[in-house]
């Protein structure tokens, strides 16, 4: 009998050491899918993700078929094929909510390119640049009040056309704070901006060359440059969650190589064709060529 009762002691304990375990152990459920990183998830099932946000060059969208061009998008669609994996558009993003899918998991990469700045910085990460956009001021034709000084803007006598979350928004933001705003929904092409300044229900607004010498091609002598140079110097970057360093030195490396290799430059010259010298500045090299 006092056999029997430690028989069943030792048994109880071990179910009892079973349950604890099977509790506490981890398994392949949603825990073990949570912890994945983006770079496990991309190189095992083949594909990156992308977001893009249309505007011209870094992202074009085919009005009749929805293919998507650009410098961002033709870039990452070569980096992927080097890399032998896939692109798949999953969504098209706003400028101030595209960093929301990153945090949600819903897609990878924003390979429309964006500029880096502080607020995007605090939860995304950026590739190596692309190239550079130099940024400039636009007024209505004939205006001349901000030729070398700009720093007048800053009244509320003066407004300022911006898009939610764009970078506009954030220069007048930032150096601008007492001129008023004119803002448009976050969705809204980059034109509409200088399209407001045109029809003079603003005063100023912000974007690189490319998008005014684009609009002043449907719209000739409607908008004129401040004479100011660039208010900033932006990088094209792509941007993933922050974290992610895997998938970032992996799209740097294959990024690396194409600028090496020339392709990059080929792709920015078939964009600019039809643009004013000097639009996009390049990505300097990182050696230096001995003198013979």
Known sequence: ??????????????????????????????SAAATESVYDRVMRTGTIRCAYVVYPPGCIKDANTGKLSGIGIDTIELVAKNLGLKVQYAEEVGWGTMTEGLQTNRYDVVASVAWVNANRARVADFSHPLYYSPVLAYAKK?????????DILNSPSYKIATIDGETANVIANE?????????????????????????????????????????LKHNPGAIVAIKSGPVRVFPNCWMFRRGQMELKDMLDSALDQVENSGAVEKILRKYEAGQAPGTWYRVAPNYVVPKS
């Open 142 to 150: 004939d205006e001349h009040r901000f030729d070398g000084k700009l």
């Open 175 to 215: 150096d601008y704070p007492l001129c008023k705003k004119v803002s448009l929904p976050q969705l809204s092409d980059l034109s509409q901006m200088l399209l407001t300044v045109s029809s003079g229900k603003a005063d100023v607004t912000f974007v690189e060359k490319s998008v005014a010498t684009d609009y």
């Open 1 to 30: 009998m006092k056999r029997f009762a430690i028989t069943l002691f030792v048994a109880a304990l071990a179910m009892t050491s079973a349950t604890l375990t099977a509790c506490t152990a981890p398994t392949g459920g949603p």
